[in-house]
């Protein structure tokens, strides 16, 4: 049984099998109508179910045209209107969705959740974000990276902001993947010590944000206030020298380019100028979501990797 809740579920080869498959597919479909499925539809008679207990859109959409493609089909629920929301046991939903559908995504808040899901279901479990960590986000990062034509190996990560759930994520793939992530966040609101100590010394956290984008590949930044979050003033104003702004960007390698899972508050934690910039890949990166989303399908279900 294959889950996969966090990149080290998948490792670097399957990480890397991932993404070369995920290259394949988007250039084997290209100019196909989106709600094609592929040639070869690998998924076909597969059925994934998605939960969601937080919102979204990019993970929801993607997911389920991800499925589609594959030759599969979808059911997307809300928690709030499963008995889930009324205190039925995430064991229990799991046993009893296995016996329906083929895999299960699901969006949630505390990661012991993911985890529980996975201990009681007999089918695959993807975790399509948690407080601790969003794996499915930087699968679609490391596919944009490498269209940008820049190798992973040796690779230099500036992060900038809050020390939140898509960074623990960058700082795992890190590790795996041998490529450097400076994190320069405010006092208060750095990452868990236990995940930079994951990336096996290929990740730092520092206070200035200079020594963080100085000749750094890629600068990524997300949001300040995550779901779930109170949106505190004191969070903000700590904050606040860590937007991304051209003059920082200005540090970084002049081919740096710079990511954002999305969604983005111009003017919080990115400058306008940045994320609607030439070095912004944030489109591409969201159009991967589909492509890399339909890899972690995939090697959930043991054809690749
Ligand atoms: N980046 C991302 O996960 O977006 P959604 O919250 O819209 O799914
Ligand atoms: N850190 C953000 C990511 C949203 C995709 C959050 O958890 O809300």
Redo the contacts with the bound molecule.
């Keep these: 049984m294959r889950h996969f809740l966090n990149l080290t579920d998948a490792g670097a080869d399957g990480i890397a099998a991932m993404l070369a498959d995920a290259l394949d597919r988007k250039a084997a479909r290209a100019g196909f109508p989106k709600g094609r499925a592929d040639s070869d539809a690998p998924l076909a008679g597969h059925t994934l179910a998605m939960i969601f207990e937080k919102n979204s859109t990019r993970t929801r959409f993607s997911f389920d045209m991800a499925i589609r493609q594959l030759g599969g089909t979808s059911i997307v629920a809300e928690s709030g209107s499963m008995q889930l929301g009324r205190g039925e046991s995430i064991a229990d939903t799991a046993r009893v969705l296995s016996s329906y559908i083929d895999a299960i995504m699901i969006r949630t808040d505390d990661h012991a959740k993911v985890e529980e899901m996975a201990h009681y279901a007999s089918v695959p479990v993807i975790n399509g ?1 948690t407080d601790a960590s ?1 794996p499915c ?1 930087i699968m679609a990062d490391l596919l944009t990276i490498l269209e940008s034509g820049k190798a992973l190996p040796g690779l230099k990560v500036a992060w900038l902001g809050d020390g ?3 960074l623990a994520s960058i700082v795992e793939a890190a590790g795996l993947m041998q490529f450097d992530v400076v994190a320069a966040c405010p006092q208060g609101f750095q990452p868990e010590e236990e995940a930079i100590v994951r990336a096996s010394g290929r990740a730092r956290v520092v206070s200035d944000p200079r020594e963080a984008v100085e000749g750094a590949d890629i600068v990524v930044t ?2 300040w206030i ?2 779930g979050q109170a949106n505190a003033e004191t969070k903000l104003k700590a904050l606040t020298p860590y937007q991304v702004t051209s003059a920082l960007m200005a540090d970084a390698k002049p081919d740096a380019k710079f990511l954002h ?1 999305l969604p983005a508050h111009r003017g919080e934690e990115v400058s306008t100028e940045v994320i609607d910039g030439p070095q912004s890949l944030i489109w591409a990166e969201a159009e991967n979501r589909l492509h890399a989303q339909k890899s972690v399908l995939r090697w959930c279900f043991g054809q690749i990797g």
Aim: hydrophobic share 25%.
């Design positions: 974000l969003h986000q939140n759930n898509v997300d949001t995550s779901m899972c």
